[in-house]
Nanobody, 122 residues
Framework: VQLQASGGGLVQAGGSLRLSCAAS????????MGWFRQAPGKEREFVAA????????YYANSVKGRFTISRDNAKYTVDLQMNSLKPEDTAVYYC????????????????WGQGTLVTVSS
């Protein structure tokens, strides 16, 4: 499966952005989808994930209550709605895919998009 993330940009603290990841290739509905982010000088970290049937979602504590992940299997897309953004949310955001249950380790996601930059100004 090929992934392409979009929707990043510059936003003020407290604002919102919606990221989208478009998938192509193999059957999208069979994959658990995740969002990760990498800030300058830091490791890539888990943000959120959703199972193939949207039956389960999981969030990092740092974004819980502010971010919402969703997917549309008919459109082959997975979105990340980000509200109440903080400067510490500044990072390159990546979407990723794996077969199986939700995992928070980046090492078990074999498929990755190219990343989209989110910058939150204070």
């Amino acid at each position: 499966v090929q992934l392409q993330a979009s929707g990043g940009g510059l936003v003020q603290a407290g604002g919102s952005l919606r990221l989208s990841c478009a998938a192509s290739g193999r059957t999208f509905s069979g994959y658990t989808m995740g969002w990760f982010r990498q800030a300058p000088g830091k490791e890539r970290e888990f943000v959120a994930a959703i199972t193939w049937d949207s039956g389960d979602t999981y969030y990092a504590n740092s974004v819980k209550g502010r971010f919402t992940i969703s997917r549309d299997n008919a459109k082959y897309t997975v979105d990340l709605q980000m509200n109440s953004l903080k400067p510490e949310d500044t990072a390159v955001y990546y979407c990723a895919a794996r077969v199986g249950f939700i995992k928070t380790s980046k090492d078990v996601y074999p498929y990755w998009g190219q990343g989209t930059l989110v910058t939150v100004s204070s």
